[in-house]
T-cell receptor, first 111, second 117 residues
Framework: SQQGEEDPQALSIQEGENATMNCSYK?????LQWYRQNSGRGLVHLIL?????REKHSGRLRVTLDTSKKSSSLLITASRAADTASYFC???????????FGTGTRLTVIP | GAVVSQHPSRVICKSGTSVKIECRSL??????MFWYRQFPKQSLMLMAT?????????EQGVEKDKFLINHASLTLSTLTVTSAHPEDSSFYIC?????????????FGPGTRLLVL
């Protein structure tokens, strides 16, 4: 299976704290993407980081990529209750255009 | 931004019936669309790649005769779950690719929740 793994599976924090989620994958990639999914809803694209990039920022989001370790992390700073959702990483392989999703992290931000 | 729609958003059917789910790219043409399945509290699993004008490419373990995919136009792909059974109950999500090679972005539909009784 090309599915990546994420940890932790679930994370519960207080509003205002930072949340860090990690993603590990197995094959060489062209890019890695992070998505958010609210319960029972569709996916929201958050950020894309290419294999030749090491770090990327978007608002309160910071993504890092370590291709030597085949891992990525998503940091959400100053979390809000509205950040409560499941977060998935997804990888696009070299020469491919399909995505393989990680197992996801369920984030709960307590007001 | 690009919009992908799915219809229906929710469907309940009896065991043994077939269900068709539509995926449309509303404001762009997509030669490639993808179908995913998501079981409760699990991740998305890629089922197949739908290519306009040619046969779909199925991932390992996905029965092509069970999940029929048709991509007859550049804006529409359909997934038909044939002879549906309760274990086919799931959230089905499609996505469509937009952009030039090397700069493609996938846009996801809102999903279709299938419940087979």
């Amino acid at each position: 299976s090309q599915q990546g793994e994420e940890d932790p599976q679930a994370l519960s924090i207080q509003e205002g704290e930072n949340a860090t989620m990690n993603c590990s994958y197995k094959t060489s990639i062209n890019n890695l993407q992070w998505y958010r999914q609210n319960s029972g809803r569709g996916l929201v694209h958050l950020i894309l980081i290419r294999s030749n990039e090491r770090e990327k920022h978007s608002g309160r989001l910071r993504v890092t990529l370590d291709t030597s370790k085949k891992s990525s992390s998503l940091l959400i700073t100053a979390s809000r209750a509205a950040d409560t959702a499941s977060y998935f990483c997804a990888t696009m392989g070299v020469g491919a255009n399909n995505l393989f999703f990680g197992t996801g992290t369920r984030l709960t931000v307590i007001p | 931004g690009a919009v992908v729609s799915q219809h229906p958003s929710r469907v309940i059917c009896k065991s043994g019936t077939s269900v068709k789910i539509e995926c449309r790219s509303l404001d762009f043409q997509a030669t490639t669309m993808f179908w995913y399945r998501q079981f409760p509290k699990q991740s998305l699993m890629l089922m197949a790649t739908s290519n306009e004008g040619s046969k779909a490419t199925y991932e390992q373990g996905v029965e092509k005769d069970k999940f029929l995919i048709n991509h007859a136009s550049l804006t529409l792909s359909t997934l038909t779950v044939t002879s549906a059974h309760p274990e086919d109950s799931s959230f089905y999500i499609c996505s469509a690719i937009r952009g030039l090679a090397g700069q493609e972005t996938q846009y996801f539909g809102p999903g279709t929740r299938l419940l087979v009784l």
